[in-house]
């Protein structure tokens, strides 16, 4: 039976496990080639910014992912085998699954901000949500875990009073635009240059959808 994956919010504890999760997927994305470390800490701080969407995935080091929410966030977007669901917080069993939370390793993050005027030079656009920092563990690729963090974030964002969202992905991530276009965003025409050098679009879609 594969493991469950758990999506949470992350809290300050979280921060460097996340930085460190991202950083990890997108030098093995990027062939090897180290990061900048001015890049890493921008990470560091968009992460840290108070009322920001952080989110987590998280599954037992080693095993094959399933998905689980929980309850704050409602009932999980899709499933790799029957019997995932949310974790009771009493009950029988309940220290039990606390501890094995613990012992869960974080291969996924999620990020949604409010997205701003001007690529992000400007004030908040009203009802927009900015989504980036999306990673995933390596060794977690093709278990839907990419797809569950956008749709938790998405759904956390109607919550919020979000009603549109926009990301930048590169334009050679193939997974990565494969994925977003499967799930409804739509390019705008929109590209920039990176700090890499490296060619970048934006998308875009209505939150719920």
């Keep these: 039976m594969s493991e469950q994956a758990e999506v949470r919010a992350a809290g ?19 062939n090897g080639r180290p990061l900048p470390e001015g890049h890493i800490q921008l990470a560091r701080a968009r992460m840290s910014v108070p009322g920001a969407l952080l989110l987590l995935a998280r599954c037992a080091q080693g095993e094959r992912a399933g ?59 009203p009802g927009l949500l900015h989504i980036s920092l999306l990673s995933v563990a390596p060794d977690h690729w093709g278990q839907r875990i990419g797809r569950l ?4 974030v998405l759904l956390r964002a109607s919550a919020r009073g979000y009603q549109q969202a926009q990301l930048w992905t590169h334009a050679d991530n193939l997974r990565a635009n494969r ?31």
């Design 12 to 30: 300050a504890a979280d921060i460097e496990a996340a930085v460190a999760m991202w950083t990890l997927s997108h030098v093995v994305r990027r």
């Design 67 to 125: 998905v689980v929410v929980d309850a704050a966030a409602g009932s999980a977007a899709d499933t790799d085998g029957p019997g995932a669901g949310t974790p009771t917080a009493d009950g029988p069993g309940a220290g039990a699954e606390r501890e094995a939370a613990r012992q869960r390793v974080v291969v996924g993050t999620i990020l949604g901000v409010p997205g701003l005027e001007r690529d992000g030079a400007g004030p908040p656009v």
């Design 149 to 152: 963090l956008v749709d938790q």
């Design 179 to 209: 994925l977003y276009k499967s799930m409804g965003f739509r390019r705008s025409g929109r590209v920039r240059i990176d700090d890499w050098g490296e060619l970048l679009v934006h998308y875009r879609r209505a939150v719920s959808v």
